[in-house]
T-cell receptor, first 114, second 111 residues
Framework: DGGITQSPKYLFRKEGQNVTLSCEQN?????MYWYRQDPGQGLRLIYY???????QKGDIAEGYSVSREKKESFPLTVTSAQKNPTAFYLC?????????????FGEGSRLTVL | QKEVEQDPGPLSVPEGAIVSLNCTYS??????FMWYRQYSRKGPELLMY????GNKEDGRFTAQVDKSSKYISLFIRDSQPSDSATYLC???????????FGTGTLLAVQP
């Protein structure tokens, strides 16, 4: 079955540690996205990539980094510079045509900083 | 002013009720309008997609767009407990590959 796989589902981290969230898709989509979801704030875009080896900052990129070395993979690193990293992180993909179409989401990764 | 605003809820209704979920937006250039449904601890999934003004029906769900008021609505008829979820409106930002999401409305349908 085609889809988006995020791992881990739950992650605990101590303050000052970097952590990397995995996102893999087998939908052959060009575009991939990372969103952060907090209660009462909806989905906020962290980074997105429309093509391999290229990515752009979203609305809240500070304290995060990404890479896009392969079409199917778009890992997100939450660095120690992120002031409030506890959140639900969602990865998504789309076909990547000029006008965004349907986003396909993974099941999310919940990060808790202790 | 946020580009997309959504009634935050939460909303609790009895089974069988008609539910109305609403968003407003500020940019008159917006043309496409989406509704996503998100079950607890899951990723959102696209529920309906409409273009420009008017209504679109899909089973018990109707999406309505009023471009003159910059107002979009999702109606759920004969609501079921399985409809309990967070509903997010989403609008593609013109000339970009980005979606602007509302904050979501949490709906609980009581059996």
């Amino acid at each position: 079955d085609g889809g988006i796989t995020q791992s881990p589902k739950y992650l605990f981290r101590k303050e000052g540690q970097n952590v990397t969230l995995s996102c893999e898709q087998n939908l052959n989509h060009d575009a991939m996205y990372w969103y952060r979801q907090d209660p009462g704030q909806g989905l906020r875009l962290i980074y997105y990539s429309q093509i391999v080896n290229d990515f752009q900052k979203g609305d809240i990129a500070e304290g995060y980094s990404v890479s896009r070395e392969k079409k199917e993979s778009f890992p997100l690193t939450v660095t120690s510079a992120q002031k409030n990293p506890t959140a639900f992180y969602l990865c998504a993909s789309s076909t990547g045509t000029q006008m965004i179409g349907e986003l396909f989401f993974g099941e999310g990764s919940r990060l808790t900083v202790l | 002013q946020k580009e997309v605003e959504q009634d935050p809820g939460p909303l609790s209704v009895p089974e069988g009720a008609i539910v109305s979920l609403n968003c407003t937006y500020s940019n008159s250039a917006f043309q496409y309008f989406m509704w996503y449904r998100q079950y607890s601890r899951k990723g959102p999934e696209l529920l309906m997609y409409t273009y420009s003004s008017g209504n679109k029906e899909d089973g018990r769900f109707t999406a309505q767009v009023d471009k003159s008021s910059k107002y979009i609505s999702l109606f759920i008829r004969d609501s079921q407990p399985s409809d309990s979820a967070t509903y997010l409106c989403a609008i593609p930002a013109p000339a970009t590959n980005k979606l602007i999401f509302g904050t979501g409305t949490l709906l609980a349908v009581q059996p």
